[in-house]
């Protein structure tokens, strides 16, 4: 029985990268201003961040309507038995309250799970889905799989800046003028589908010694799918934070998925921010 899988871009999995999965990956519509755009199909990651740091207008995305998953279940249901959907964490979006409209037409053939998770969480989430669905588990394991695995993946995240956060509504400008003053670089995670504040670091260094303190905590799964993505032009601050960090990585993986992060974390993000995307070991 062959199953298709169906994501959205706020995984930040290429287009090249779905095509060798196997999967879809439906475009969130990123809009600057009046003009309006398909994330990683019509405007490249690169073409974002040059608009976000040109503009001083804050980019919207709007979730995928219901009758845009009906288009891409029916498509997918034309080569395939069964479909798993899975969707943007629900704490941040309303993607899959759609998806489950959508699935109603179509006679169970469906299935609809909250990855919550965004970005490069989902996007682990997602390669662990690939890797069972290829090992020829049915419909019910990858989902039970999924559910089991989804609260256990972490991402740490460091951002450079403190200006995105608060152009987007998430942050006062008095911290904001504070924090830059003072470089401070905040420390993220996704707890409970949502974006937390987890520490605050002086500078870079700090920030890259805080994420392998606290991914010294609970260890790496390194048999389970392990993600580096950035945001901005350059992966120069990466590469950086993975050279620090040879002591959790080297040698103990043998490709390393690094990716550039999307409109979805880029527009609160904004340029230089870093981030890690594992399974704990404990």
């Known amino acids: ?8 871009s706020a995984s930040d999995i290429p287009q090249t990268t779905a095509q060798k999965w196997g999967i879809t990956v439906i475009p969130l519509k990123v809009r600057f201003g009046e003009k309006e755009y398909l994330d990683g199909v019509t405007i490249s990651n690169a073409e974002f961040y040059e608009k976000l740091i040109e503009t001083d207008e804050v980019p919207k995305t709007s979730q995928i309507p219901p009758a845009e998953y009906a288009q891409y279940f029916e498509e997918a249901l034309q080569h395939h038995d069964e479909v798993i959907c899975m969707t943007l964490s629900s704490g941040v979006s309303g993607c899959i309250g759609s998806a489950t409209i959508a699935a109603e037409g179509f006679g169970g053939r469906v299935h609809i799970v909250d990855s919550k998770q965004f970005c490069l969480s989902y996007y682990i989430l997602t390669e662990y889905a690939v890797r069972l669905r290829d090992e020829g588990k049915s419909v019910s394991q990858i989902l039970s799989a999924i559910e089991a695995y989804r609260d256990r993946v972490r991402v740490l995240s460091v951002f450079d ?27 993220v995670t996704i707890t409970d589908g949502v974006v937390e504040v987890i520490g605050k670091a002086r500078g870079s260094k700090n920030g890259n010694n805080i994420l392998i303190q606290e991914i010294k905590k609970v260890g790496v799964d390194y048999s389970m799918p392990v993600c580096f993505g950035y945001t901005g032009l350059s992966d120069e ?23 550039s992060v999307g409109s979805t974390i880029g527009t609160y993000a904004g340029p230089g921010a870093i981030a890690v995307a594992f399974f704990p070991e404990k």
């Open 161 to 187: 800046t403190l200006e995105y956060l608060k152009a987007g509504g998430r942050l006062s400008s008095a911290a904001a003028f504070a924090g830059g003053l003072l470089s401070i670089k905040p420390v």
């Open 1 to 8: 029985m062959s199953v298709k899988i169906i994501v959205d």
């Open 237 to 259: 601050m990466l590469q950086k934070y993975i050279r620090d960090s040879h002591e959790l990585y080297g040698g103990k993986i043998e490709n390393f998925n690094v990716v």
